[in-house]
């Protein structure tokens, strides 16, 4: 395979890791059809050997290649290229059939008053500077980045434990560890037991505000203030009032 030396451009100077650019180059091979479906590559030391590059960043590049499906490493045979590529082919879509609809009412009460509209956000020119409440600009987020460590982190046994339901309370080391902060810093003596890890602020008012908040009870809140906050007190039944 030292076909590969040729067809496996390396740029010590990207800023793209090595190990990526050369599971780049093989993926890239493999669609042209310089590299067939079934055909056995080099061992991580013989890549290593022919590319002049550490053994490490040839088997971070089969490790990348195998989580991402392109490659297979069969025991005491080597590394192949998979004979059912990932790619993603077009299926024709087919006659459609009868189109159901839901129904105008339910077969069962539903009281709505006690529905919250939440407005819909406007789309804006991605072009555009927002000048908002301090949100990141999901342009700068690395998402191929994420998705790629995410697929390899999964496919790891490892890791398999991770992706079972954990504490409803949250990460036991998390909760022990702010327990201790919160103790250390504000003189809370309170421990893991007493905290509860919510998916953000919101879920957390709307869990205060359905344990204190009673039906008719007044609430105070600030104008202009957090209008999601506000839709979350009326909808649990309080008398919202402005200052």
């Known amino acids: 395979m030292k076909v590969l030396k040729e067809l496996i451009r390396i740029d010590k100077l990207a800023d793209t890791p090595v190990y990526l650019q050369i599971a780049n180059s093989v993926m890239n091979n493999i669609r042209r059809g310089h590299l067939r479906p079934g055909i056995k590559l080099p061992s991580s030391r013989e890549l290593s050997d022919l590319l002049n590059i550490h053994r490490k960043t040839s088997q971070n590049a089969y490790d990348e290649l195998m989580a991402q499906g392109w490659i297979e490493i069969l025991p005491r045979r080597g590394a192949f290229v998979v004979k059912n590529l990932p790619e993603i082919k077009p299926i024709k879509l087919t006659t459609p059939g009868t189109l159901y609809l839901y129904p105008e009412k339910t077969n069962f009460f539903v009281n709505e008053r006690e529905l919250v509209c939440f407005p819909k956000p406007t789309p804006k020119n991605p ?78 008012i709307y869990l205060t505000s359905q344990l204190l908040i009673k039906q008719g009870d007044v609430v105070i809140t600030g104008e202009p203030g957090y209008f999601s906050a506000t839709l979350t007190f009326k909808q649990a039944g309080a008398n919202v009032k402005s200052v």
């Open 127 to 204: 072009n555009e500077i927002k000048l908002d409440s301090g949100l990141p600009d999901m342009r700068l987020l690395p998402t191929e980045f994420i998705l790629r460590e995410f697929r390899s982190l999964t496919k790891r046994n490892t890791f398999r434990k991770y992706l079972d339901y954990g504490d409803p309370r949250g990460p036991l080391y998390l909760l022990e560890t702010l327990a201790n902060y919160l103790t250390d810093t504000r003189g809370i003596p309170i421990s893991e037991r007493n905290l509860l890890i919510t998916k953000g602020a919101q879920m957390g």
